[in-house]
């Protein structure tokens, strides 16, 4: 397993937490997954495992919405608040 030169904050995805990966360590597969800068790495080389992970993230993500075949959501129209018309008239209701 490829080995840190230098120090580097990930995002733990199962923990939902900031974690430091010091100099010098092996850090867990699934971590180093996510340390995708090769100036990071001994011999400036990303590990196996950083790479099928950050090719397989870039084509799923190729049209935008990341869904594949679903269409983003449209928005609908708001309607407008109760009482509105009144207001709009400037009468007090009186």
């Not at 840190?4 to 360590?25: I, K, M, N, Y």
């Not at 092996?26 to 992970?53: I, Q, Y």
């Not at 049209?63 to 269409?71: I, Q, T, V, Y």
Request: proline share 9%; net charge negative.
């Amino acid at each position: 397993m490829a080995k840190l030169v230098q120090a580097v904050f990930v995002r733990d995805p199962d923990r939902h937490a900031t974690v430091l990966l010091l100099p010098g360590e092996e850090p867990e597969p699934r971590l180093a997954a996510l340390v995708t800068n090769p100036e990071a790495w001994e011999g400036g080389k990303l590990p196996t495992s950083a790479k099928s992970t950050d090719t397989t993230t870039s084509s799923d993500s190729e049209d935008g919405n990341g869904d594949g075949d679903k269409p983003a959501a449209k928005r609908t129209a708001r309607k407008p608040a109760r009482g509105r018309s009144a207001a709009d008239e400037g009468s007090s209701g009186d």
